[in-house]
């Protein structure tokens, strides 16, 4: 029944690609993507800190129940990030210290809630990525309905299962599971050019003449 379903994750990012982006930053990634995707500015890092990588194992779930979000624990595989349409709601949390300590304990690389966590203060004393819409003391129900491993959006952005997300301090991006290896190249070589600017910059060898001359471009007025 639509609504109530599990459904069966046919294909995901392989381990070689999960790696390959290990460390390259969200925003050179996203770049890449034209910048015309993202999960929303309110998706916060909670964790101590760290670099996320692996492939989606969806959920969608009503707000403020976690019932297929236990489900999703159950068959995640080491490696997989659990990302849940929890509609943003921030009333009831979805996932606290007992389930991220096991998701710990499975060798997930992270979770993505599109709703609200709490045991912010474990959360924060630990390595597991953990990204969420905000914090609340009030804990989750667990009668469903909800759905694993389909289509869900947050904030706009699409995530299939298998899909490849990444997260860093700057939020969470997903890359579509056929554009993994293409996207990587792309962002790749933006990280290349950063670096060798930011050499520049330590070298005093940078160039800002372009700003003048785009204002010119466009029309701005300078003084006589």
Not at 72 to 97: R, S, Y
Not at 127 to 150: F, I, Q, S
């Amino acid at each position: 029944m639509s609504g109530f379903r599990i459904i069966t994750r046919t294909r995901k990012a392989s381990a070689q690609q999960i790696a390959a982006y290990q460390d390259l930053p969200v925003a050179n990634i996203s770049d890449a993507m034209h910048r015309l995707t993202a999960g929303g500015a309110n998706l916060r890092p909670y964790h101590a800190g760290g670099y996320m990588a692996g492939a989606a194992l969806t959920v969608k779930c009503r707000p403020g129940d976690n019932l297929l979000v236990h489900y999703a624990l159950n068959i995640a595989e080491p490696g997989d990030v659990i990302v849940v349409d929890a509609g943003g709601e921030v009333t009831n949390a979805i996932v606290g210290e007992l389930m991220l300590t096991y998701a710990a304990k499975k060798r997930i690389a992270g979770v993505v809630i599109n709703g609200a966590v709490r045991d912010s203060q474990s959360i924060r004393k630990n390595a597991l990525p953990v990204y969420a819409a905000g914090v609340t003391h009030r804990g989750p129900y667990k009668d469903g309905p909800g759905e694993v491993n389909v289509p869900i959006s947050l904030n706009g952005m699409v995530i299939e299962a298998g899909d490849l997300i990444v997260g860093d301090d700057d939020g969470v991006l997903c890359v579509p599971y056929q554009q993994i290896d293409e996207i990587h190249a792309l962002a790749s070589e933006r990280r290349s050019g950063e670096i060798a600017k930011l050499q520049a910059i330590a070298e005093g060898r940078n160039k800002r003449d372009w700003v003048e001359k785009k204002l010119r471009e466009l029309g701005c007025i300078f003084p006589a």
